[in-house]
């Protein structure tokens, strides 16, 4: 591969540059007048901070949904609790019942209604 002098020159200043430190290659330089370019970074800026503000207060919106839906489900699996708890006794109770009617039944055949 034979290089011409340019491309050559070029690859040695290529190396050169990356032998310098960060600092000394970050600069940049921008053909269009300042002005120019102070209004198109205040408004780029400008854009991204609404955005970044709307994403930041939809976070926050959608955290303070999270933890009320989260708070919702723990009351409402407290009441489910509650309420099986309940449904236990009755059924309990009414189990009881049951037993009691049968006993009374076996004590008093002639006052049942089904004979």
């Not at 300042?34 to 919106?61: C, I, M, P, Y």
């Not at 999270?66 to 236990?88: F, G, T």
């Amino acid at each position: 591969m034979v290089f011409s002098g340019a491309s050559f020159y070029s690859l040695a200043e290529r190396e050169e540059k990356e032998a310098l430190p960060m600092e000394a290659t970050d600069k940049k330089t921008y053909s269009s007048p300042r002005r120019k370019l102070v209004k198109f970074f205040e408004r780029s800026r400008n854009q991204w901070k609404a955005k970044a503000g709307a994403a930041k207060s939809g976070l926050k919106r959608l955290g303070a949904r999270v933890r009320r839906l989260e708070r919702s489900k723990a009351d409402s699996q407290q009441q489910v609790a509650a309420l099986q708890a309940q449904v236990a006794e009755w059924q309990a109770q009414h189990a009881q019942t049951v037993r009691e009617l049968e006993e009374l039944k076996k004590k008093y055949p002639h006052l049942s209604r089904e004979s």
